[in-house]
Structures are given as C-alpha cells and as structure tokens.
C-alpha cells in the first residue's frame, strides 16, 4: 500500500505543472528563445514574493504552450507524476484567456488538454475533470464571451472557476458570468479567501452561487462564515505549500488547516501550481503530516473531503472512498 492515502486532486492548474525541463523542451521544438541559461537559472526563479510575481513568471513560461501535442504533452506530464502521488481523480482548471492573448485558438488549448484527459484512466488509472477557469483582472465582459464560446463548442467541460490576482477583484464582478454557466449546466467554483478578505468568500456563495470555495483560508477571521461553511459543508480546496511559497502565511507551522480541521471544516489538500510552489500532492501530505504530525485518520480524513467534493458519479466516489478506507485501517492499529 502507498504511504499516503489514494485521494482525489480538486485544486489543480494545468499550466502550473510546466516543470523548467519541459518548458525548454517545448521551446526548442517551437523554436523559442528564451531569456534563461537552462533549466536550471529557469528553476531558480521559481521563488516569489507574492501572487503577483508568480503570475509574472507562470504567464511568461506558458508562451512555450503553442500547439495541442504541447498541450496534451503537458496535461500527460501532470497526470504520470499525479498517478505517482496517489491520485485516482483530478478536476483540473485551465485558463483559456491566457492563451487566447497569445494569440493561441481556444481549440487548440481546449482540444489539446482534453486529449490527454480522454484516456487518463486508461492510461494513468485517474479519472478526470476539466474546469475552465477565467481570469479575474480580465474584463468580465471577456469571461463571458469566452464562456459563450465554450459552450457554443460544446468544449468537454464540467464547469468554471475564477483565478489569477484576487485582491481588488471581487467575485460579484462576475455575476453574469456565472449566471450563465449554470443555466447551461455547468458546476461553479471560484478563489476567494487566499489573499482576498473573507467578504470575498460571502460573495463567492451569495453572488456567484459556487459548489466549492478554492483557498479560503482568511475564512476563520469571520465567525459567522465559519459557522456558515461548517452547517453547509462547503468545501475548501487548500493548497498548504501553495501558500507558504506567496507569502499568505508566513510558514507552514503558521498554516490555518489543523485550525480548519478543528472547527469542522470540509477542507481538502491540493498542489494548486506544483511546479512553481515545491509539491505535488504527495509532497503537500507528507509535509503537513510532518509539521502537524497527522495521523493515518487526519490523513484519510483529508482524502476522504476531497472525494466526497468531487464532482463525481456515486459509483467511483464509492470506489475512491472504499479505497481510502481500506488504506487506513491498514495503517491503524487494532484494538488490545
């Protein structure tokens, strides 16, 4: 049995999962230059001051992503180290407008991740998920037309979600954006909470009417959401190494999540942009189990939230559930 608990990955960004080598290997084969020595400087760069610096280096690295081979040699990267971490279902979000800017056709993106999707249970033994998240220091105006797109395409996609730099760009600005994916059907997640205050979590239920709420670790600075999240089992998708490397807590010890986990919470560890924060999902459990000292239960507890948040069929949540029981109770010690 693996060390840590099979589980599934909610919180996830495709683009953020360019490893320094692919991204000269991508570049080579487009015939790119690139500003950096080697992959090594490229890698010694993947340290931030904040959300902002980040973002400065996660949209300059993805201007490798031209073609659907890149793009499906990406995703195909992400899910063979994915199926190494224990994962056995990922709901992964990809920005279209990022690409679009570059001049790239949304089909290219869209049908080049999802065929990598296709067969990732076949080939890498995960079920998956496909979110298209929009970027929120972008006109809403923009989200919608690309979301109208989207749907006109019938792109295979389960839902939206909302990302990139949140202080300063509420949820509510996205309304009608919203509004519209769910009347064609779609699921509703959105940032809100990481850097963003907690009214940014309120409006994320209220205005945007979302299934789960990624981040929200400012939401135990409001008591009354709190209590809210816990009566409506909201689930929280935490990205432990994610915040420590931008700077929203200050280490790992200092992280909210036992805090979360004591008052109820429904939160889930997730890996958010692995390449750039440290970690895979298997590198987050290890090292909250390390810090915290968690236990086979707070593990399993943890793996168990993620897959009851899924957005999945009742036969594989019981498939996924069954298996992560079973990982426990081989790691629990029986009663005297």
């Known amino acids: ?14 683009e953020g999962t360019l490893e320094p080598d692919l991204v000269f290997t991508l570049a080579a084969r487009n015939g790119i230059t690139l500003p950096y020595a080697d992959a090594a400087d490229l890698a010694a760069r993947y340290a931030f001051t904040d959300l902002q610096s980040f973002l400065d280096l996660y949209y300059a690295t993805m ?3 031209r073609t659907e081979e890149d793009f499906a040699d990406m995703t195909r990267a992400y899910l063979r180290r994915a199926a190494a971490a224990g994962v056995r279902h990922a709901e992964i979000m990809m920005d279209p407008q990022a690409h679009l800017a570059r001049g790239i056709p949304l089909k290219t993106c869209v049908d080049g991740v999802a065929s990598a999707l296709a067969t990732s249970e076949a080939e890498f033994g995960i079920s998956t998920l496909l979110i298209a998240a929009f970027l929120r220091d972008r006109p809403a105006a923009e989200a919608l037309a690309v979301l109208r797109d989207l749907i006109a395409m019938k792109a295979p996609i389960v839902g939206i979600g909302l990302d990139s730099a949140e202080v300063g760009y509420p949820p509510s600005l996205f309304a ?7 009347a064609a059907g779609l699921r509703c997640v959105a940032h809100a909470g990481e850097e963003g205050p907690p009214s940014y979590v309120w409006e994320a239920l ?30 929280l998708t935490v990205c432990p190494l994610s915040n420590v490397r931008l700077r929203a807590v200050t280490g790992l010890a200092d992280h909210p999540l036992p805090r979360m986990l004591e008052r109820g919470l429904n939160v ?4 958010d942009d692995p390449a750039y924060f440290g970690g895979y999902l298997d590198d987050n459990f290890a090292a909250v189990e390390e810090v ?26 019981d498939l996924l559930l069954g298996e992560i029981e079973a990982w426990r109770t081989t790691r629990t010690p029986s009663p005297m």
């Open 63 to 65: 201007d490798v992503l």
């Open 268 to 271: 889930s560890v997730n890996s």
């Open 176 to 182: 009608e954006v919203y509004d519209v994916a769910r």
């Open 292 to 317: 915290f000292g968690f236990g086979p239960a707070d593990l399993a507890l943890l793996a168990s939230n993620s897959v009851r948040s899924a957005f999945l069929g009742q036969a594989r949540r």
């Open 206 to 235: 209220d205005v945007l009417r979302v299934d789960r709420i990624d981040h929200g670790i400012r939401c135990l600075e409001d008591e009354a959401l709190v209590e809210r999240l816990v009566g409506e089992r909201v689930p």
């Open 1 to 14: 049995m693996p060390s840590l608990p099979p589980c599934a990955e909610l919180h996830l960004h495709i």
